[in-house]
């Protein structure tokens, strides 16, 4: 890489919705990345107080970037619902919760959690959005000062992005207000499955769950164990769909042994920043990781408490609970 004699304040490496958010700029997302596609999940509904905390104000972040952006047709969805809704969340029983959501078979005892902030964001159009304004155009792999090791407990998810056909067009759809839900401890896999209403191709809804891989083996799977487990899941849940998916889009995260980030200064370099290990479920957090981020390599005092997020956690002696993502 060509060496520049330019000095700089602040560099960001990386143009994911992070590296985008916490200084604007200028790239086309991909798919070796983790924030390209057009829909994530974003929601309240975190065990964790620091989370929710973040995601109150990861809120209004969104909003004021929708009126920046001046297009937000999703987060205009979410905020008819916040209006809609009194109360953030609802417990429902199996039969209530086919009287407001038909067409889904819950399993016998099983109740759900309804999260009426919770809703689609639009990642794509978030990601062209925070970078609109561009400050700079770095095409260049730099080299990175600090890697998230196995060692330390951290592994990397492939996920098999599955786009299933419903059987009447829009059964599961957006304008049906069909919502976002998270299986936990579904009879089918070991982890959570996931779905988004069909909204970013006509007809098709997303259902998706997750395998551990190598960065190397994501292209050359052959074991299609993770897809059998959804095409009984969705035979089972979901009748309205066809229990085949129509299109599959692989792509990956990296997960971190507790599932919480690693938002750190880097132990040797002080004047490192790192924003990494979001699980697969950063994307949500966005615009306040981008903010705090800056905040950190502006040397300010972050508007959070960084400590579960501090890299330090990971000593070998430490205990990690597991917990659910998207
Ligand atoms: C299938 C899937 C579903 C998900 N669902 C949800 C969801 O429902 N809700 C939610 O909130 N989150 C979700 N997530 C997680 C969310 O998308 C990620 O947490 C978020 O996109 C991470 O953004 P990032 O900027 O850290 O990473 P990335 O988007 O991966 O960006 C990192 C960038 O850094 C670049 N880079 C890496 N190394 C270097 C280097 N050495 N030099 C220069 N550049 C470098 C990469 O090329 C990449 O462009 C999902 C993720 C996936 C993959």
Redesign the pocket.
């Known amino acids: 890489m060509e060496m520049s004699s330019e000095i700089y304040d602040c560099i960001v490496?990386?143009?994911?919705?992070?590296?985008?958010?916490g200084q604007k700029q200028f790239?086309l997302?991909?798919s070796?990345?983790?924030?390209?596609?057009q829909?994530?999940?974003?929601?309240k509904t975190y065990e964790e107080d620091f989370y929710v905390q973040m995601m109150q104000e990861s809120y209004e972040l969104w909003a004021q970037l929708e009126r920046e952006a001046g297009n937000g047709e999703g987060f205009s969805h979410l905020k008819a619902t916040m209006q809609r809704h009194k109360i953030p969340t609802v417990f429902l029983e199996k039969q209530e919760f086919s009287q407001h959501i038909p067409n889904v078979n819950l399993t016998d005892g099983n109740g759900a959690l309804i999260d009426t902030h919770a809703g689609v964001?639009y990642?794509d159009r978030a990601?062209r959005a925070v970078q609109v304004n561009k400050i700079w155009l770095?095409t260049?792999?730099?080299?990175?000062p600090f890697t998230l090791s196995r060692e330390y407990g951290h592994f990397l998810?492939k996920?098999n992005?599955c786009y299933w056909k419903e059987k009447i067009p829009g059964t599961y759809s957006v304008g049906q207000r069909f919502p976002?839900f998270i299986e936990m401890e579904s009879k089918e896999g070991e982890y959570d499955i996931?779905g988004?209403p069909s909204n970013e191709y006509p007809g098709l809804m997303k259902v998706?769950d997750?395998r551990d891989t190598e960065p190397d083996e994501r292209d050359k799977q052959t074991d299609r164990g993770d897809i059998d487990i959804l095409v009984r899941y969705v035979t089972r849940c979901l009748p309205g769909l066809v229990p085949v998916p129509a299109v599959v889009?692989s792509?990956?995260?990296m997960v971190t042994p507790d599932r919480n980030f690693v938002l750190d200064s880097h132990s040797t370099y002080g004047n490192t920043i790192i924003?990494?290990g979001?699980?697969?479920?950063?994307?949500?957090?966005?615009p306040i990781?981008g903010k705090l981020l800056s905040q950190l390599a502006m040397g300010q005092v972050p508007s959070y408490d960084l400590s579960p997020f501090r890299i330090q956690r990971f000593m070998p002696d430490r205990h990690f609970e597991s917990k659910s993502?998207?």
């Open positions: 490496i990386g143009a994911g919705i992070q590296g985008s958010a790239v997302p991909h070796r990345g983790s924030s390209h596609g829909t994530r999940v974003i929601r964001l990642a990601l770095q260049s792999l730099l080299k990175a998810v996920i992005v976002c996931y988004l998706s997750r889009e792509c990956m995260y924003g990494a979001f699980s697969g479920h950063g994307l949500k957090f966005g990781i993502i998207q």
